[in-house]
């Protein structure tokens, strides 16, 4: 969904021309995969960078348009509000200072950023949802008025065929109904990349869905959403019901949401997943530029597979399956999407650590998941590590019960994630400084959520009005400590 370059499907012969490009770019992949034309390594690894500007009021300010054009530099890109920007960070080898480099580049353009965002009395801010975000600010006048922005709404709604209903029970209980899907523009997120071998993608893949439950319990940061306490981690469930086109009334509608988790384990190849895509989820984008990437293999060069990549970017699993290429090698990533922005840049470069490290270091004995764990029981992790956090008991291969979060992260997966760094050579200091901010919140139980929630119930108790406690919040995320 990053290109510009897409149209609307709007006729059932626009969707059977697109399917075709769909299907053309799904066997060029397979053929790919069979001739092992994939990039095998050395692994890399990359980040995307979510972010919020307020204003003076420490409310969404809609300056996005106005700050890139006064930047000027094209690692800073639109995202659907006009009150919201992405940072796409360099790639880089996943060895040495890896982590010191990202670190040190996301300061230098976050600074960039804010130098930009003065002229405007703006600030940028890094949190999972904005806690002064309020329903005026969910109209459409606050769209980031690009084509493709505006493609995707009406096709979602389209496809919808009826009002988008939303509901969410935490504490409080939120429920709402809009016409449109702006709302996930509430979500800003730090989605982090890993390059996997092919051969390696299903048991990678699966181990990435096992370890995700554990890592948002760790890392959740998006507790409050229009002055209610929702789930600890609620752009999941915000997401997921901004984008379900799954209608009711209306018995054609499709069969999943287009925000999944997923519902099988991964037995072969990516394939899997993209032959899923293509089969489950009607298209609603296609490229302009058309390409036979038959015909480009033929030719001996490789193809950019755009159908392929538009469509995959219209569904957003939360590991999602990522085609590239890199110095005329195509290769294949996992992104990861369910962690949130903030609350510190150190404690995103950490959540990165944790997450990296695990993939990396995945032991032999979580190869085939699918023999030793019901997927329902990972999918139940899931939601549940969403709702509840570092209070969250987990389902375990080869543990009998449950497993208290705490306990799995610093028993088993933090000395896992220790090991995947040590085994990519990663600094040793990086290693020792990262961990150790998850080993010190999991300890503690003090994520982003739990301090936001903890805030919020004593700005409640000195009797500051619904108004006043969010603002009060935002104003302390923004005053928060670089390094914890």
């Not at 469930?237 to 379900?244: G, I, M, R, V, Y």
């Not at 755009?306 to 569904?315: D, E, F, M, P």
């Not at 995947?420 to 010190?440: K, M």
């Amino acid at each position: 969904m990053g290109s510009e370059k897409v149209r609307l499907i709007k006729s059932d012969s626009d969707h059977q021309k697109a399917m075709r490009q769909l299907l053309n770019d799904m066997r060029a992949m397979e053929l790919m995969l069979e001739e092992g034309m994939f990039d095998t390594g050395p692994t890399r690894i990359g980040a995307e960078q979510e972010l919020s500007i307020v204003g003076e009021d420490w409310e969404p300010a809609p300056f996005a348009m106005e700050i890139l054009a006064d930047i000027g530099d094209p690692k800073f890109t639109t995202e659907f509000a006009r009150f919201n920007l992405e940072i796409n960070l360099d790639p880089l080898l996943f060895t040495g200072d890896a982590f010191s480099k990202l670190e040190r580049q996301l300061w230098r353009l976050l600074t960039k950023g804010e130098n930009a965002a003065r002229k405007y009395k703006a600030q940028l801010l890094l949190t999972g949802i904005l806690p002064t975000l309020s329903h005026p600010h969910l109209s459409l006048d606050y769209m980031t008025p690009l084509k493709r922005y505006e493609f995707l709404i009406e096709a979602l709604r389209k496809e919808r065929g009826g009002n988008f209903e939303f509901r969410i029970e935490g504490v409080d209980q939120w429920i709402s109904r809009m016409g449109h899907s702006f709302i996930e523009s509430c979500n800003t997120s730090f989605q982090v990349h890993y390059q996997v071998a092919p051969q390696d993608f299903a048991d990678k893949y699966n181990w990435a869905q096992l370890i995700i439950a554990p890592l948002m319990a760790a890392t959740c940061n998006s507790p409050l959403l229009m002055g209610k306490r929702l789930w600890r981690e609620t752009r999941i469930a915000l997401f997921e019901q901004s984008t379900d086109l799954r209608n009711p009334e209306l018995a054609y509608r499709e069969a999943e949401p287009r925000v999944t988790f997923g519902k099988d384990w991964v037995r072969y190849s990516a394939m899997d997943l993209f032959r899923n895509n293509a089969f489950h989820h009607r298209i609603l984008l296609a490229p302009i530029d058309e390409e036979n990437s038959l015909k480009t293999l033929e030719q001996g060069k490789i193809p950019k597979l755009r159908a392929l990549t538009t469509h995959n970017g219209t569904i957003y699993r939360w590991n999602r399956p990522c085609y590239g290429i890199t110095d005329g090698k195509p290769h294949l990533r996992i992104e990861n999407r369910n962690m949130p922005a903030a609350p510190t840049v150190l404690d995103e470069i950490a959540n990165a650590a944790f997450w990296l490290g695990m993939m990396h270091g995945m032991p032999d004995n979580y190869r085939r998941l699918y023999e030793k764990l019901d997927f329902k029981l990972a999918r139940r992790n899931f939601f549940h590590a969403a709702n509840d956090g570092l209070t969250t008991h987990f389902y375990w291969p080869g543990t009998p019960g449950k497993v208290p979060a705490q306990q799995l992260i610093l028993e088993e997966l933090l000395p896992i994630a220790r090991q995947g760094l040590e085994i990519a050579n990663i600094d040793r200091a990086d290693i020792d400084r990262l961990l150790s901010v998850i080993e010190e919140r999991v300890k503690s139980g003090q994520t982003g959520a739990q301090w936001m929630i903890d805030a919020f119930e004593r700005l409640q108790k000195q009797e500051h009005s619904p108004q006043e406690a969010p603002s009060n919040i935002t104003h302390e995320l923004n005053r928060a400590p670089k390094h914890r």
